[in-house]
């Protein structure tokens, strides 16, 4: 695994958007996404979207690193506690 991938994984201890990871990572959205998308293959990230506001709209997507089922259930949980 590269540095810039153990970055994200550090990162991701806490939910994270990718614009988030950006601005942190001062690094370009494509690199951002092409990295993520590669640990959610690798099954350490997972994403979840949340929806922020009872308009239409798209629903920002936030990445997190996943430790186990359990606590991927819980995560899980939260965020569907937090969109009701």
């Known amino acids: 695994m590269n540095e810039f991938r153990e970055k994200i994984l550090y990162l991701l201890e806490i939910p994270r958007t ?9 690094a370009p959205s494509t690199t951002v996404l092409d990295n993520l998308q590669i640990l959610i ?7 979840y979207p949340k929806k922020t506001c009872e308009k239409q709209g798209r629903p ?3 990445f997190y690193r996943k430790k186990s089922k359990e606590k991927t259930k819980q995560i899980k949980e939260l965020f569907d506690e937090i969109n009701k």
């Open 60 to 62: 920002k997507i936030y």
């Open 41 to 47: 293959k690798m099954g350490l990230v997972a994403k």
């Open 18 to 26: 990718r614009k988030e990871l950006m601005e942190i990572l001062n």
